[in-house]
């Protein structure tokens, strides 16, 4: 079955450093990977998807994500973390149906 | 700029009574979607379609309907509603009518949900 896990529930960094937010997946087959940030008290926004071709996907506000397909992964990286990015992170795997599969999702807190 | 609404954007029920939630886009996309979101579970979909006239079963449901009586509008109804249904709901549009590559999906600022 397709399946996405976000093992951490919630991230703590500080104003300025890097940022890894991990993302598992489930599928046979090629995935279609997303990456979606949920402001408070808002819907979701794309920062970035991931389909077959090059591993490593630029987004918005300089998000990248990184696909392995050894490691059944695609996770979120950000080289310098500011507080606006206070939010909480959703990855999501695309069926052939179209339809998301969404993780748990990670929130992400930023120290000053 | 792709829209979707949602309607009303906060909802107060009693157990047992009927509860309509209502979306409307502008993006003329095919698909759309209604989900749930809750603390540990992230977003969970309810019932999707296809296009108008259209609705299919998601992962979750029990306990809804959807009703999609054209291209902009894709509704969720809870018949009889329950405290567990006490929730944030997200409806999203999307059209993958050029492939996977194009699957983005569009969402709303939510509805929040509380059954007494």
């Known amino acids: 079955a397709q399946s996405v896990t976000q093992p951490d529930a919630r991230v703590t960094v500080s104003e300025g450093a890097s940022l890894q937010l991990r993302c598992k997946y489930s599928?046979?087959?090629?995935?279609?990977l997303f990456w979606y940030v949920q402001y408070p008290r808002q819907g979701l926004q794309l920062l970035l998807k991931y389909y077959p071709g090059d591993p490593v996907v630029q987004g918005v506000n300089g998000f990248e994500a990184e696909f392995s397909k050894s490691n059944s992964s695609f996770h979120l990286r950000k080289a310098s973390v500011h507080w606006s990015d206070w939010a909480v992170y959703f990855c999501?795997?695309?069926?052939?149906?179209?339809?998301?599969?969404f993780g748990s999702g990670t929130k992400l807190t930023v120290e000053p | 700029e792709a829209a979707v609404t949602q309607s009303p954007r906060n909802k107060v029920a009693v157990t047992g009574g009927k509860v309509t939630l209502s979306c409307n886009q502008t993006n003329n996309h095919n698909n759309m979607y209604w989900y749930r979101q809750d603390t540990g579970h992230g977003l969970r979909l309810i019932h999707y379609s296809y296009g108008a006239g259209s609705t299919e079963k998601g992962d979750i449901p029990d306990g809804y309907k959807a009703s999609r009586p054209s291209q902009e509008n894709f509704s969720l109804i809870l018949e009889l509603a329950t405290p567990s249904q006490t929730s944030v709901y997200f409806c999203?549009?999307?059209?993958?009518?050029?492939?996977?590559?194009?699957?983005?999906?569009?969402f709303g600022p939510g509805t929040r949900l509380t059954v007494l």
């Open positions: 999203a549009s999307g059209d993958a009518t050029g492939g996977p590559l194009y699957a983005e999906q569009f």
């Open positions: 599928y046979f087959g090629t995935p279609y």
């Open positions: 999501a795997s695309l069926s052939n149906y179209n339809v998301l599969y």
